[in-house]
């Protein structure tokens, strides 16, 4: 005999289902992106219609925002033959260039910012993707995530893949942020511990 709705052998069915809405992150929309950054402050200064006419384009996306890249470059140099160290980065080996096109040497990366300041909701986790324009010319935008109530400009790595020089753009779009938001405020966020980023300005390098 077929099984109604009520049987309990679908109960344990519906209970993971519950489980599994309470738990998944939403990806937000245009709107609640446009909302959030003109009452909140969450995007500044915030750009509501994609830009796109001869430029690599940038400002708000259905379900993202496009940021651009400062016109300030920190672009890596091994003159002084000094080993990359994540507990003691040698400063000395960036060259600082303020310059609406940045040209990165072959199999190089240079650090840069965003145009933008974020201030992320408590209860919302921003990932980051490269645009595709620099991405098939085999460049590398990386950016780890942006925690729940962290504040500043994110620090940007581009990373020529290329054996030739690659230029990057400044004032023009350079990564797309995502806004996922989770089924509850964090018991911690990264203003709650006084993250070592918190608040950061400019081209941040490495901090322990």
Known sequence: MPKTPTDKSSQPLAALAAIGNHLAMTILSDKWIREQAQTKGMIEPFVEAQRREGVISYGLSSYGYDARVAPEFKIFTNVNSSTVDPKNFDEGSLVDRET?????PPNSFALARTVEYFRVPEDVLVICLGKSTYARCGIIVNVTPLEPGWEGHVTLEFSNTTPLPAKIYANEGACQFLFLKGNERPE???????????????VTLPRL
Do not use: F, L, P, S
């Open 188 to 202: 911690v966020t990264y203003a709650d511990r006084a993250g070592k980023y918190m608040g950061q300005r400019g």
């Open 100 to 104: 609406d096109v940045c040209i990165i």
